[in-house]
């Protein structure tokens, strides 16, 4: 850890009285998953600076100040001196502050929360936005999405009297850098069984899109001895060629990786690491809806730990039938997940929840997305099967085909279910024989 400033220490950039850089009046507004904006027009270090200090009237209004605050950010530009500004107002309220010493995933945040018992999180990133997009996300005390109700408080406490470091009991806040990756790492792959991932001996490609899970994958998978490859992990803010989300056409070239080096899937998360995508082993996309249905019906299979099923409203009703086939509650929610996080906080059991964006969390890990353990569950899936991703997904799919003729004896629906969507042009899993499938989900189903 290292002092960046506080009693007795140099100031870098502590905000003062008198600043020359006067707040702009700007709306920020905290939507499904924090504040975004566009660098240097409305997130700028003034702005940034009010939200941080919005955060800090919350930590004292409803949480333990002493149990201090954490802040990271993504490869975005200036995100490293975004995350110092924030750091720097909340220190100012008071609040003893750990500051990323680099680059650091949102899940990773999220996990030291809770593992250190901190009063709240601040992330700076944009997530999947174009590359001139920045944001702030903040994580409650529990390590987690915050809810709804608490984003709207922190909105409402924006341009509210600055809580100065010397109203304290106890003195003023301080800034200490912290690496969060060692343990964060540690415990995502204790949530998994790596021995079966390495006897599996699979090939994969991983695409990390420019963002902050560059390493973490690649790293474990070279522990294990697995043969790997990793695309555009290094650091480049303008995100060339994508913007970091995973889907199409942003993973055209992760499919082209998968097909040309004969990997077993490629596994891909977006900017901040929360988000999941994948590429089966012939090229072709595993969307969102898909990688939920094969992670819920593994779970379901293989661990069997207890608790409900929860999706958003918008994603694939293949869950509301696996849900029913296992015996177990399927909740339907808003988009975000923050509902998901507000679940578990009432006390539901969750098994495992999400939305159609990819992002899917278990919370008996932490009630969090987190785009790399689901890298490494969709794995051990495929280990624990000995199957390829493609073939989990078919599988899954005639056998949802199969419950909803059961259910409605609608022999359309179960054609419906199971077609092949046509190929369209040259696909990239070509040069390997495998037919272009898309899950085909009526409403009848």
């Known amino acids: 850890m290292r002092a960046c400033w506080g009693p007795g220490l140099p100031l870098r950039s502590r905000p003062q009285n008198g600043s020359t850089l006067k707040p702009d009046r700007q709306q920020i507004h905290f939507g499904t998953d924090g504040w975004r904006g566009i660098i240097a027009d409305d997130f700028t270090y003034a702005n940034v600076r009010r939200a941080a200090r919005a955060v800090a009237a919350y930590i004292h209004r ?3 100040p002493s149990r201090g605050a954490l802040v990271a950010y993504d490869t975005r530009f200036g995100s490293q001196r975004f995350a110092a500004v924030a750091a720097e107002a909340i220190a100012a309220s008071g609040i003893r502050v750990q500051l990323a010493s680099r680059i650091t995933p949102t899940p990773a945040l999220s996990y030291m929360v809770r593992k250190l018992g901190a009063a709240g999180g601040v992330m700076i990133t944009s997530s999947h936005n174009p590359w001139n997009w920045n944001g702030l996300k903040f994580k409650a005390s529990y390590g987690g999405a915050a ?26 806040g301080s800034v200490i850098e912290t690496d969060f990756l060692p343990d964060y790492i540690d415990a995502i792959k204790s949530f998994v069984d ?25 790293g474990i998978f070279r522990e294990l001895g697995l043969e790997h490859l990793e695309l555009h992990g290094e650091v480049n803010p303008l995100f060339p060629g994508m913007n970091p989300e995973p889907i199409l056409p942003h993973l055209r070239e992760l499919q082209q990786a998968v097909v040309a080096q004969r990997c077993a899937a490629g596994l891909a998360t977006d900017g901040d690491a929360d988000r999941i995508g994948a590429v089966d082993e012939n090229g072709e996309l595993v969307d969102a809806n ?24 918008n994603t694939t009703r293949m869950l509301d039938r696996i849900a029913r086939a296992h015996g177990r ?16 906080m009432e006390g539901k059991e969750v098994l495992i929840g999400g939305e159609e964006s990819g992002g899917i969390g278990v919370p008996r890990f932490l009630p969090e997305r987190d785009g790399t353990l689901n890298a490494l569950l969709l794995a051990n899936a495929m280990a624990d099967e000995r199957k390829p991703l493609g073939v989990l997904v078919e599988e899954l799919q005639q056998k949802s085909a199969r419950l909803a003729l059961g259910q409605r004896g609608n022999a359309e629906c179960l054609a419906a279910c199971c077609r092949q969507a046509r190929p369209t042009g040259a696909s990239p899993g070509a040069s390997r024989g495998g037919p272009r499938r898309d899950e085909v989900l009526p409403r009848c189903a």
């Open 290 to 313: 898909k990688i939920f249905c094969v992670l819920a019906e593994w779970l379901l299979k293989r661990r069997q730990w207890p608790g409900a099923i929860t999706r958003a409203f």
């Open 147 to 172: 809810s709804p109700a608490i984003m709207k408080e922190i909105e409402a406490l924006i341009d509210s009297a600055p809580i100065e470091a010397s109203s304290i009991q106890g003195g003023g």
């Open 194 to 218: 790596l021995q079966a991932i390495a006897r599996a001996k699979q090939k994969f490609a991983i695409d990390v899109m420019y963002g902050t899970g560059r390493g973490i994958l690649a």
């Open 329 to 344: 509650e399927l909740i339907e929610h808003g988009v975000g997940f923050k509902h998901v996080a507000a679940l578990v």
């Open 62 to 64: 409803n949480e333990d």
